[in-house]
C-alpha cells in the first residue's frame, strides 16, 4: 500500500507569528520615537546644546586711577584667564586613562604652578561645571606659549593618528591686569587688586563697584574644543568700568612720600606718615606712609604695611591737640592771645604733679606763649577757665573736641578708618581732665589732625577731607563727587587770632618749631611729643612726634601733618624730626602750586610779659 501522500503545514500561524514580532519592534520604535521626540524633546534638546555649545565670561576692563592731573595711578593691561573645560579630559573624549595629567605636565611650567593642583581641576569626577579657572590675568605672552602648544599638538594629531590633543579643552576669557605704573606711591591710598580681580584694600575697594564695571557673556558652538565658525555666537558686551580721578598730586606725593620715607629710615622709628592738604577745599594734596608696600607684587609686602596708617592708626597726639584747648578759650572769650599766665615748675592737680618737657624756673607767659613753648601746665591753668567747675570745663573742652572732628570719622569713607578714642566727658578720669586739654588721654589719626589744622586756616570752617574729585564713565562724561560738607567751628576772629599765635611757635626764637621756618614765607605750626601706647603691650613705650601748620599764615592755601612713631636714633622730639619734613613737604607744595609769599610782616606777639 503506497504511502500517504505528505501534506505541508500552513504558514499562515508562522506569518502571524512574525508579524506580531515585527508589529511589537515597530511598536516599541515607535514609542521611543514619540518619547524622544515629544516627551522628552526638551530634555535632548537641552542636552544637545549644553555639550554643543560654551559659554564664557567676558571680563569688563577695570577703570584707572588717575592723580588731579590726569596722570595714571592704576591702570588696567590686556590679560588672559586661562580656563579649560574638564568634560573635554575625559577618557570617552581623549581614549586615554591620563589626559589630565599630561595636559598638567604641559601647563604647570608655563602657568608656574603645582602640577598636581592643575590635575585637581581637570579632572571630571571633581567638576559639576563644564567651566573652571586654571590662572586668572596671566600675560598675552602666557597664552601664546599655550596656544602654540595647542596648535603644534593639533597638527602632530592630524597626521599621526596615535597621538593626542590633550590641550584641546583649555581655553582663554579676555581678562586684563592691573597695574601701578608708579610701584609704592600712593600705595596707601590705592589699595590693591586681589587675585578675584576685586579691590582688596584703599580706593580699589571703597570704589569697587565703579571700577569693576559689568562683566559680559559669549556663548559660540564648538567641536573638538573649536569654535564652529558657521554655527553663529551670541554676545552681551562688557561694560567697562569707571575711571576715577583722585584729588592728590602726584608729584608732591612724591615729595612727601620720600622725605617721611627717609625720616623714618634715620630715626629707626616704627613707622610715619605726613599729610599734605587745600585748606580751602579740604582736598589731600598726599598721604604718605613709611613703610609702604608695592601693590604690583604683593608677595614681598609686608602685612603690617599693606594698610594705610595715616586712617588706621589710633595714637595721642600731644602737644599738635593744644591748639584746639586755645580755640576753647579764646572763643569763650576767657582769655586772649596777650592774657598773662604764670606757669610754675610744677603743678598738683587731681592725683598727679604736672610738669613740662624741660624744668624751668617759674615763667610769666602770655597766652600766646603758653601756646609757642608748648607749655603743659599753661594749658591746663588755661582750659580750667573755661567753667565754674572742673566738670563744667571738661563739658566745654569736650564739646569744641567734637566739634573739630574727633571722635568721629572724617568723612573719607575709607575702609579700615579709625575714628579714635574719645571718651564722654562724665567719663574722664582725674588724670584726663588735665591730660586732655595738652592731647594726652584720647586718640585720633593723621587725617583727623591735619583737618583741625586745616579748619583754623580756612577761617574757623572745617571742611570735609576728600580724596576723590570724581570719576569718568565710558561715555567720557566726568561726574564730580558731592561737594564737602561745611562746619563752622570757632568765629573767623578766635581762627585769625590762633593763626597769628601759631606763627610765635615757629618764628619766635623761644618757640619749639623754629626748624619750620620757610625763607620768604609767614609760617604757622605747632609741635608735639606724646608718649606713645605700644599696640603690642598697651603700655605707654616710646614717643609720637609730630608737627603741623599751614602756610602762608596770613593767607593760608596748604596745611602740611606729619608724625612719627617710636623713633629710637637721634632726637624723638616732634620739632626737630618732623619740622624738617613739615618744611622740605611745604616747600615743595607751595612751589608746585605756585603759591606765592604774601610779603606782609609777621604778627610777632609777645611770649612772655614782664610782671
Not at 215 to 232: C, H, L, M, N, W
Not at 369 to 375: C, D, E, I, N, T
Not at 401 to 426: D, H, M, N, V, W
Request: aromatic share 6%.
Amino acid at each position: 500500500m503506497p504511502p500517504p501522500p505528505l501534506r505541508l503545514g500552513s504558514p499562515r500561524p508562522r506569518l502571524r507569528l512574525v508579524s506580531l514580532g515585527l508589529t511589537l519592534v515597530l511598536l516599541a520604535f515607535v514609542v521611543r520615537l514619540l518619547q524622544v521626540q515629544a516627551v522628552d524633546a526638551s530634555a535632548y534638546a537641552a542636552r544637545a546644546e549644553q555639550n554643543r555649545y560654551v559659554v564664557h565670561t567676558l571680563t569688563a576692563e577695570r577703570g584707572g586711577i588717575t592723580d588731579r592731573n590726569g596722570v595714571a595711578l592704576a591702570i588696567s593691561e590686556d590679560a588672559y584667564d586661562i580656563t579649560a573645560d574638564p568634560s573635554m579630559f575625559s577618557r570617552q573624549q581623549l581614549k586615554i586613562d591620563d589626559g589630565p595629567e599630561q595636559a598638567a605636565a604641559l601647563l604647570a611650567p608655563i602657568l608656574g604652578q603645582d602640577q598636581a593642583t592643575i590635575v585637581r581641576k581637570l579632572r571630571p569626577e571633581n567638576r559639576n561645571s563644564r567651566y573652571t579657572r586654571l590662572a586668572a590675568r596671566q600675560t598675552p605672552q602666557v597664552w601664546k606659549q599655550i596656544k602654540d602648544l595647542k596648535t603644534a599638538l593639533t597638527h602632530k594629531a592630524d597626521t599621526d593618528h596615535t597621538t593626542v590633543n590633550v590641550l584641546s579643552g583649555v581655553f582663554a576669557d579676555p581678562s586684563s591686569q592691573r597695574v601701578y605704573p608708579n610701584g609704592d606711591l600712593a600705595a596707601g591710598i590705592l589699595g590693591w587688586v586681589n587675585a578675584d580681580g576685586q579691590g582688596g584694600g584703599g580706593v580699589e575697594q571703597a570704589l569697587d563697584k565703579q571700577l569693576s564695571g559689568k562683566d559680559g557673556k559669549i556663548r559660540y558652538a564648538q567641536s573638538g574644543g573649536r569654535e564652529v565658525p558657521t554655527a553663529g555666537s551670541t554676545e552681551t558686551p562688557a561694560e567697562p568700568g569707571a575711571d576715577v580721578e583722585l584729588t592728590i598730586d602726584r608729584d608732591i606725593q612724591w615729595a612727601a612720600q620720600n622725605a617721611i620715607t627717609e625720616q623714618v629710615r634715620k630715626s629707626k622709628a616704627d613707622r610715619g606718615y605726613v599729610i599734605v592738604q587745600d585748606t580751602r577745599t579740604g582736598q589731600i594734596l598726599a598721604m604718605a606712609n613709611s613703610p609702604g608696600f608695592d601693590p604690583n607684587d604683593l608677595s614681598k609686602a609686608d602685612g603690617d604695611a599693606m594698610g594705610n596708617a595715616a586712617l588706621q592708626d589710633a595714637y595721642e597726639p600731644g602737644s599738635t591737640a593744644k591748639v584746639m584747648s586755645m580755640a576753647a578759650v579764646l572763643e569763650r572769650n576767657v582769655a586772649t592771645p596777650l592774657t598773662h599766665v604764670v606757669v610754675p615748675n610744677r603743678l598738683h592737680r587731681g592725683d598727679r604733679l604736672f610738669q613740662d618737657d624741660i624744668d624751668h624756673p617759674t615763667w610769666n607767659l602770655t597766652l600766646n606763649g603758653v601756646l609757642a613753648k608748648s607749655s603743659n601746665i599753661g594749658t591746663i591753668l588755661a582750659t580750667g577757665e573755661l567753667g565754674r567747675t572742673q566738670p563744667e570745663a571738661n563739658r566745654i573742652l569736650h564739646s569744641y573736641l567734637r566739634k573739630f572732628g574727633i571722635g568721629s570719622y572724617t568723612g573719607l569713607g575709607f575702609p579700615g578708618e579709625t575714628r579714635g578714642i574719645l571718651a564722654p566727658p562724665q567719663k574722664w578720669s582725674t588724670s584726663q581732665q588735665y591730660t586732655i586739654p595738652f592731647g594726652q588721654g584720647f586718640s585720633i589719626n593723621a587725617m583727623q589732625a591735619a583737618s583741625v589744622y586745616s579748619t583754623i586756616a580756612n577761617g574757623g570752617v572745617r571742611v570735609e577731607p576728600s580724596l576723590v574729585r570724581g570719576t569718568k564713565g565710558a561715555d567720557g562724561r566726568f561726574t564730580p563727587v558731592p561737594k564737602a560738607g561745611r562746619t563752622r567751628v570757632v568765629s573767623e576772629k578766635t581762627a585769625t587770632a590762633l593763626a597769628r599765635m601759631l606763627e610765635s611757635v615757629v618764628d619766635d626764637e623761644q618757640g619749639t618749631g623754629v626748624k619750620a621756618r620757610i625763607p620768604g614765607y609767614r609760617v604757622a605750626g605747632k609741635t608735639g611729643t606724646a608718649n606713645r601706647v605700644d599696640p603690642a603691650t598697651g603700655r605707654y613705650r616710646g614717643y609720637t612726634s609730630s608737627f603741623a601748620g599751614f602756610a602762608p599764615a596770613d593767607k593760608p592755601r596748604v596745611t602740611v601733618y606729619c608724625a612719627i612713631q617710636n623713633a629710637t636714633s637721634g632726637s624723638y622730639f616732634g620739632g626737630q624730626i618732623c619740622g624738617p619734613i613739615y618744611k622740605q613737604v611745604m616747600e615743595f607744595a607751595l612751589k608746585t602750586l605756585q603759591i606765592p609769599p604774601t610779603g606782609a610782616k609777621p604778627a610777632n606777639l609777645p611770649v612772655d610779659y614782664k610782671p
